[in-house]
């Protein structure tokens, strides 16, 4: 049974930065492709960004200010997010797939989820 499950939310102030952490447990990810997903009130689902054989990928709107890294190691899976907004107060997923070599950024895409952790950004 693989589980996911994150940790790192809470609330910020817009400008600030925020490490969200995704472990993997009941399967050796290694280097399959893993993503994180948001979803604000009233909104779809969204790709926030993903990483697939060490290689990051994000939508348009992230312009840098997120990052996605892992620690094959410890089966961990990271999102970096700086200068955050209001707009970015969402519930934020880990999602993970058994395998694959590609891009993946639609929710059909994947195989695992994680409960998710609410990012509040507000002053």
């Known amino acids: 049974q693989v589980q996911l499950v994150e940790s790192g939310g809470g609330l910020v102030q817009p400008g600030d930065s925020m490490r969200l952490t995704c472990a993997v447990s009941?399967?050796?990810?290694?280097?399959?492709?893993t993503g994180w997903f948001r979803q604000a009130p009233g909104k779809e689902r969204e790709f926030v960004a993903g990483?697939?054989?060490?290689?990051?990928y994000y939508p348009d709107w992230v312009k840098g200010r997120f990052t996605i890294s892992r620690d094959i190691a410890k089966d961990t899976v990271y999102l970096q997010m700086n200068n955050l907004k209001p707009e970015d107060t969402a519930v934020y997923y880990c999602?993970?797939?058994?395998?694959?070599?590609?891009?993946?950024?639609?929710?059909?895409?994947?195989?695992?989820w994680g409960q998710g952790t609410q990012v509040t950004v507000s002053s």
């Open positions: 990483i697939t054989h060490g290689d990051a």
């Open positions: 009941g399967r050796t990810f290694s280097s399959n492709p």
């Open positions: 999602a993970g797939r058994s395998s694959g070599t590609d891009i993946y950024t639609s929710l059909g895409e994947y195989h695992y």
